[in-house]
């Protein structure tokens, strides 16, 4: 309705993803950079994160406008709650693999055929699995091992991964991902659009159909829309097509605060859209060997750390101090008697030193990504 009395060609604002409406918001180039980078490694995981809305879709929709289908031939896959085996003939049915029954054993033979002949053809494969964070761990373990087929040393496919915040948090704490998480390459969280983007936002969508002027906006009416929208690209839209719609019906050629305060009232009173900013995402610390690009510092408490190596070695000491005692003990009955606990505090000590080896791996592994953190940004902002 509102595009005709504007007289626009189309609708601005829907709310499905649309590669035509791409907006290169900071967050977006960012995102697009690292895909850029993942891609031409040809290898990997490439994993692009943020809230419902940011344009997770929209972003990969324009990569896949740029990609020339002569060298590279895509699979594409929306996930629900798939175990391993689902997952390996829904990834065949995305390559166009006709798979007779549900065995798994047939369809990664088909799959691996598959990427072969492609790779014979000179052209690459990339998987791309939308709402990752709906696949369950066994399923995720799986497109790990979709990543070993290869052709001599060529890696045969690469994967890309967009999910919620909460895959996110899954992929970078989970103990049984450590493999994959070696093998994710890049990764983007994809942040809210900042409060000076809104308005070229909205006037870039409505550039796309055609717009001429008609309506004007006041400018609080754009420092509003981001309150009230947190920034999320699909939030946006929802308030500014009805936002447009209320101007066709009351016949306005100017958008201001009052109709922006009427159609949050309305949106507020069905439930159709919070009725406040969304609160930002908790940071949560990245795994000791993810190799990927971190999107925050990550901290150490040093004297904590300090703490409980000491304590720890002070446990260790005690114990090797009591086998010592008591493995020098007479060889009478009383000694021999006491031989099961001897037994357990070398146990307790191997355990100890164990858990010492793992500690101060993880340590490493923090270090080595700290240093690689402040190398990567060291270098970006020499590029800047």
């Given at each position: ?10 609708k ?7 590669p ?37 879709s929209?972003?990969v ?39 007779e ?10 799959i ?13 494969c ?76 909205i ?89 990927a ?26 114990l ?37 080896f ?7 592994h ?7 953190w ?11």
């Amino acid at each position: 309705m509102f595009d005709n009395f504007y007289g626009l060609t189309g609708k601005p604002f829907q709310l499905t993803p649309d590669p035509a409406f791409y907006f290169r918001s900071v967050t977006h180039r960012k995102a697009l950079s690292y895909l850029g980078y993942g891609l031409a490694q040809g290898e990997g995981f490439i994993v692009i994160t943020g809230e419902v809305g940011a344009g997770k879709s929209t972003l990969v929709a324009h990569l896949m406008g740029t990609i020339d289908p002569e060298r590279l031939t895509v699979g594409q896959i929306v996930t629900s709650k798939l175990d391993d085996e689902e997952i390996i003939h829904v990834v065949a049915q995305s390559f166009g693999l006709d798979i007779e029954g549900h065995d798994k054993a047939s369809a990664l033979g088909s799959i691996e055929g598959f990427l072969h002949e492609e790779a014979r053809a000179g052209r690459r494969c990339l998987l791309v699995v939308d709402e990752s964070q709906n696949l369950e761990i066994p399923a995720l373990e799986e497109l790990r091992m979709l990543s070993n087929f290869q052709l001599g040393n060529h890696p045969l496919l690469q994967t890309l991964l967009l999910g919620q915040p909460e895959f996110r948090a899954t992929l970078q704490s989970s103990p049984d991902l450590e493999q994959l998480r070696q093998r994710v390459i890049a990764a983007h969280h994809l942040e809210p659009m900042e409060k000076g983007e809104i308005e070229p936002y909205i006037i870039h969508r409505l550039d796309k159909v055609g717009y001429n002027g008609n309506p004007s906006f006041d400018q609080r009416v754009f420092m509003e829309l981001y309150e009230a929208s947190g920034g999320i690209p699909r939030r946006v839209n929802q308030i500014a097509n009805r936002l447009l719609l209320l101007g066709a019906v009351e016949e306005r050629t100017r958008i201001d605060s009052a109709m922006l305060k009427a159609v949050l009232d309305e949106m507020a009173g069905e439930k159709a859209f919070p009725e406040a900013a969304p609160q930002p995402m908790p940071k949560v610390e990245p795994a000791p060997a993810t190799p990927a690009p971190l999107n925050h510092e990550p901290r150490l408490d040093r004297t904590a750390v300090e703490a409980m190596l000491a304590e720890r070695d002070q446990q260790i000491a005690e114990l090797q101090q009591a086998i010592v005692e008591l493995a020098s003990g007479s060889q009478d009955e009383a000694a021999a008697a006491l031989m099961p606990e001897i037994a357990a505090l070398q146990e307790k000590v191997a355990h100890l030193e164990a858990k010492t080896f793992e500690q101060e791996r993880s340590i490493r592994h923090t270090l080595t990504m700290l240093i690689e953190w402040i190398e990567s940004e060291m270098d970006e902002a020499q590029a800047a």
